[in-house]
C-alpha cells in the first residue's frame, strides 16, 4: 500500500515526503545553509577555523567559538557548564552546532596524570556533550537542527602512538553520538560526527614536525595523501545540511583509507 506509507511517514513526522519533495536535489540547493544559523567550537584555529568558514560560505551565520579570546570569537571553556551556558545565551538558538573543540595530551598510560587524563576527558567528551544539550535545546524549539561531533579514527583504533586519553575520548565521541542521535531523533535533530586520520594543525605538530613519526603514519595512509583542514569542513558540511537530512548516528571517517585495513 505505498499510498498508506507516504501519508503514514508524512503524519508521523511532518517532513517525509513532502520535504524531500520540497528538494530539487540540484547541487547548489543540498549543499546550501542559507537562512541557517550555526555554532562552532574551537573555532579560532584549525578544523574548526576552516569549518566555521566554509559553513559561512554556504551561506549560515556561524558563532565562532573558542577558549582563546580573539577578534570575531566568542570566548568560551566548553568543559565548563557556565561558560557554555553563558556563550550560547548570547548565540541564541542555532540550526547546526560543530563541536570541535579538542585537545591531547601524547603520554602513555603510565606516565599520564590524573589531571592530565581528566583535561582531555573534560574538553573531548565533557564538552562536546554540555554543548550538545545546550543547542539542543534550542533546535527542539526550532523543530530540528544538526550536530556534528569531530571524533578521530583514534576513535576505531588503538593508533599508532600512545595517546590513551585521547584514544579513549575519541571512542567515547562515536558513541555519544550514536546515543544522542536516537535521543534526539524525535525532536528532528541529526547527529553525526566526522572521524579525520592526521590533518596539519597546531595539534599534530609533533607529528608533522618528526620525519620518523610521519613516515610511519604515511606507511598507514593507503590513498598516499592526508587530508587537509579544508576536507574535514567539507564532510562536516555534508552531515550538516539538507543531503544528509536522512543520515543520523553515523560517524564519517575522512582518513585516506587508514581504517580500511
Ligand atoms: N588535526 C588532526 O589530525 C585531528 C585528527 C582527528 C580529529 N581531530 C579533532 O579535530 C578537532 C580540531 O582539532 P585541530 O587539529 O583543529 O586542533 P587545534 O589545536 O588546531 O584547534 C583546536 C581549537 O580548539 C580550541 N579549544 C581547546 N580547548 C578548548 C576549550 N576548552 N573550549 C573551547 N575551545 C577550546 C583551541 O583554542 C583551538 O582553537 C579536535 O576535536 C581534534 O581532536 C583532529
Known amino acids: 500500500m505505498p499510498g498508506f506509507a507516504a501519508s503514514a511517514i508524512k503524519d508521523l513526522r511532518g517532513r517525509g515526503v513532502a520535504a524531500a519533495r520540497q528538494l ?11 537562512g541557517k544559523s ?3 567550537t574551537g573555532a579560532g584555529r584549525g578544523i574548526g ?19 582563546d579570546p580573539a577578534p570575531g570569537i566568542l570566548a568560551a571553556d566548553v568543559s565548563k557548564e557556565e561558560s557554555v551556558e553563558k556563550v550560547f545565551r548570547q548565540v541564541g538558538p542555532v540550526d547546526i552546532l560543530v563541536n570541535n573543540a579538542g585537545i591531547a595530551v601524547r603520554k602513555t598510560a603510565l606516565d599520564i596524570t590524573v589531571a592530565e587524563w581528566e583535561q582531555v576527558l573534560a574538553v573531548n567528551l565533557t564538552g562536546l556533550f554540555l554543548c550538545s544539550r545546550v543547542a539542543a535545546r534550542g533546535m527542539k524549539e526550532k523543530g530540528g537542527g ?25 571512542g567515547a565521541v562515536v558513541n555519544l553520538t550514536r546515543a544522542l542521535a536516537l535521543e534526539f531523533a524525535e525532536a528532528g535533530i541529526r547527529v553525526n560526527a566526522v572521524a579525520p586520520t592526521f590533518v596539519r594543525t597546531d595539534l599534530t605538530t609533533p607529528i608533522f614536525g618528526n620525519p620518523e613519526v610521519l613516515k610511519k603514519v604515511m ?12 576536507d574535514i569542513a567539507a564532510a ?8 544528509a537530512r536522512c543520515i543520523t548516528g553515523v560517524t564519517l571517517p575522512v582518513d585516506s583509507g587508514y581504517l580500511a585495513r
Open 38 to 40: 550555526a555554532a562552532v
Open 24 to 34: 530539487n536535489y540540484r547541487p547548489m540547493e543540498i549543499f546550501t545553509l542559507k
Open 49 to 67: 577555523k576552516a569549518t566555521a568558514d566554509l559553513l559561512e560560505k554556504a551561506g549560515a551565520n556561524v558563532a565562532r567559538i573558542d577558549v
Open 236 to 243: 562536516i558540511l555534508f552531515l550538516a545540511g539538507p543531503a
Open 146 to 170: 544538526a550536530i556534528v561531533n569531530l571524533a578521530s579514527i583514534m576513535g576505531f583504533s588503538g593508533g599508532l602512538f600512545p595517546n590513551p586519553a585521547y584514544q579513549a575520548s575519541k
Open 219 to 230: 606507511e598507514h595512509t593507503p590513498l598516499g595523501v592526508l587530508p587537509e583542514v579544508e
